[in-house]
């Protein structure tokens, strides 16, 4: 349920962004999450979507991107992709994966109206 | 080329109007890359009238455009500055702050108890002091309190996991704040009890030198597959009510190999809060070397070859 106060956070900085930028509503919103953000996209889009009304979200278009997560492995060496902690190195099989990446979660850009 | 008139000003996207406003703005992360244009376009330096620099490249009245704004902007960049803040803070109090998390029942307030009466013993002239999360009650915080250690009990209402701001607020209450300020610094430490919560938690930075991952043996040896994300973000797992082992079906060994499966660097203790079993050990980890936390030895290096070899291979601490 942390995807609630993700989502008021969200909604935060893009009602400062109006105010710096000078924009009056938002049509499109793009976020990047990664694979180890701890996000559930789901509960994360749909506390979104329940608290647009009222906001310049308001009727707004999300686009959520995952990125995956990467690691490198702390027996052979290899920097690879993964999707969650609980994966094996796909080179040498070992759950010596130590997560270097894929934590991120960021609003990309905006598309805005200024009436 | 302009779609009105067929002229060529405006054309090239480099020579968007603003975009040297654009570096000299004291914007710190949206940078805005089209200037809006309706209905009369923000001049510019030159006095410039950019009316065909929107998405749609043309104006028309009574028609709005749309622009594109570039936020790159980190959603917990927030919680990460007042982290740093907190953990600046700390270090120059002189204060070790750690972390702990788990689920309801965990036995954490207990562990802390233990702890503090344990830390009175080893290390008498020690500071302590606890921050308190929970969703409602201070029953916690009168729990430690009772042991002579100050603490804050943070409400968090129906928030899920404590963040750097509510610590932040909270350590300032602290004596062991007003005492750094009137001269009477040294080494302390300050617990900080996570709301009870395998899950949200794990992504709140509160300026902590270590998560500390509490886990008691009445809750199943699985947990660190089931909720992997806040055992990959714990320095230190701690299989908590030992004490109990005897009458349930927890195999610790697999359990550890469990937690190093998903973060192969975690430190392992076990203990009991109510029999005393490990708090010795559990102290050895917070106060090596005089409780100068940066003097603590990192956790082994992980050894090649299977889990079990591992967890024979590195720090499991048994009482």
Same mark, same amino acid.
């Given at each position: *349920?942390?995807?609630?106060?993700?989502?008021?956070? /969200?909604?935060? *900085?893009?009602?400062?962004?109006?105010?710096?930028?000078?924009?009056?509503?938002?049509?499109?919103?793009?976020?990047?999450?990664?694979?180890?953000?701890?996000?559930?996209?789901?509960?994360?889009?749909?506390?979104? #979507?329940?608290?647009?009304?009222? $906001?310049?979200?308001?009727?707004?278009?999300?686009?959520?991107?995952?990125?995956?997560?990467?690691?490198?492995?702390?027996?052979?060496?290899?920097?690879?992709?993964? %999707?969650?902690?609980?994966?094996?190195?796909?080179?040498?099989?070992?759950?010596?994966?130590?997560?270097?990446?894929?934590?991120?979660?960021?609003?990309?850009?905006?598309?805005?109206?200024?009436? | 080329?302009?779609?009105?008139?067929?002229?060529? !000003?405006?054309?090239?996207?480099?020579?968007?109007?603003?975009?040297?406003?654009?570096?000299?703005?004291?914007?710190?992360?949206?940078?805005?890359?089209?200037?809006?244009?309706?209905?009369? @376009?923000?001049?510019?330096?030159?006095?410039?009238?950019?009316?065909?620099?929107?998405?749609?490249?043309?104006?028309?009245?009574? /028609?709005?455009?749309?622009?594109?704004?570039? *936020?790159?902007?980190?959603?917990?960049?927030?919680?990460?500055?007042?982290?740093?803040?907190?953990?600046?803070?700390?270090?120059?109090?002189?204060?070790?702050?750690?972390?702990?998390?788990?689920?309801?029942?965990?036995?954490?307030? $207990?562990?802390?108890?233990?702890? +503090?009466? !344990?830390?009175?013993?080893?290390? @008498?002239?020690?500071?302590?002091?606890?921050?308190?999360?929970?969703?409602?009650?201070?029953?916690?915080?009168?729990?430690?309190?009772?042991?002579?250690?100050?603490?804050?009990?943070?409400?968090?209402?129906?928030?899920?996991?404590?963040?750097?701001?509510?610590?932040?607020?909270?350590?300032?209450?602290?004596?062991?704040?007003?005492?750094?300020?009137?001269?009477?610094?040294?080494?302390?430490?300050?617990?900080?009890?996570?709301?009870?919560?395998?899950?949200?938690?794990?992504?709140?930075?509160?300026?902590?030198?270590?998560?500390?991952?509490?886990?008691?043996?009445?809750?199943?040896?699985?947990?660190?597959? %089931?909720?992997?994300?806040?055992?990959?973000?714990?320095?230190?797992?701690?299989?908590?009510? /030992?004490?109990?082992?005897?009458?349930?079906?927890?195999?610790?060994?697999?359990? +550890?190999?469990?937690?190093?499966?998903?973060?192969?660097?975690?430190?392992?203790?076990?203990?009991?809060? #109510? #029999?005393?079993?490990? +708090?010795?050990?559990?102290?050895?980890?917070?106060?090596?070397?005089?409780?100068?936390?940066?003097?603590?030895?990192?956790?082994? @290096?992980?050894?090649?070859? #299977?889990?079990?070899?591992?967890?024979? !291979?590195?720090?499991?601490?048994?009482?």
């Amino acid at each position: *349920m942390h995807e609630v106060s993700m989502a008021a956070g /969200i909604l935060r *900085m893009i009602e400062e962004a109006a105010e710096r930028e000078r924009f009056q509503r938002v049509s499109n919103m793009r976020l990047e999450i990664g694979a180890l953000a701890g996000v559930e996209l789901q509960a994360l889009s749909f506390a979104l #979507t329940a608290m647009m009304p009222g $906001t310049c979200m308001e009727g707004s278009e999300l686009a959520i991107d995952e990125i995956p997560g990467t690691a490198r492995c702390l027996h052979c060496a290899a920097s690879v992709e993964i %999707k969650s902690h609980l994966e094996p190195c796909p080179c040498c099989g070992s759950y010596t994966l130590q997560a270097t990446g894929g934590s991120e979660v960021r609003i990309v850009d905006l598309v805005v109206f200024d009436d | 080329m302009c779609v009105i008139c067929g002229c060529h !000003a405006g054309s090239n996207p480099e020579s968007t109007p603003d975009s040297n406003a654009d570096s000299n703005s004291q914007r710190t992360d949206a940078r805005k890359t089209r200037s809006g244009a309706s209905p009369i @376009p923000a001049e510019t330096g030159g006095g410039d009238l950019p009316y065909g620099v929107g998405g749609a490249r043309l104006s028309v009245p009574g /028609i709005s455009q749309a622009r594109a704004i570039h *936020m790159e902007a980190d959603v917990l960049g927030k919680n990460k500055r007042l982290a740093s803040r907190n953990r600046a803070h700390f270090a120059a109090h002189g204060v070790s702050a750690f972390n702990l998390v788990s689920s309801p029942g965990s036995g954490k307030t $207990t562990l802390l108890c233990a702890s +503090i009466n !344990a830390l009175k013993i080893r290390r @008498p002239g020690l500071s302590v002091a606890v921050i308190e999360g929970d969703q409602q009650t201070s029953v916690d915080a009168e729990r430690i309190r009772a042991t002579g250690a100050p603490a804050i009990q943070v409400n968090t209402g129906r928030g899920c996991h404590l963040d750097a701001q509510m610590v932040g607020d909270a350590f300032a209450r602290l004596d062991l704040h007003a005492r750094a300020h009137h001269g009477h610094g040294g080494d302390a430490l300050l617990f900080i009890e996570n709301v009870g919560n395998l899950v949200c938690p794990a992504l709140w930075d509160l300026g902590e030198a270590a998560k500390v991952v509490v886990l008691s043996v009445t809750e199943g040896e699985d947990k660190p597959l %089931k909720y992997p994300d806040m055992f990959a973000a714990a320095t230190l797992m701690m299989i908590n009510k /030992i004490d109990l082992l005897p009458y349930v079906s927890f195999d610790v060994s697999r359990c +550890i190999g469990y937690a190093r499966q998903v973060n192969p660097g975690i430190e392992v203790l076990l203990v009991s809060a #109510t #029999t005393g079993d490990g +708090i010795e050990r559990w102290l050895d980890w917070l106060l090596p070397q005089h409780g100068d936390l940066d003097r603590r030895p990192a956790a082994e @290096p992980v050894g090649h070859g #299977t889990a079990a070899q591992r967890i024979m !291979a590195s720090t499991v601490v048994t009482p």
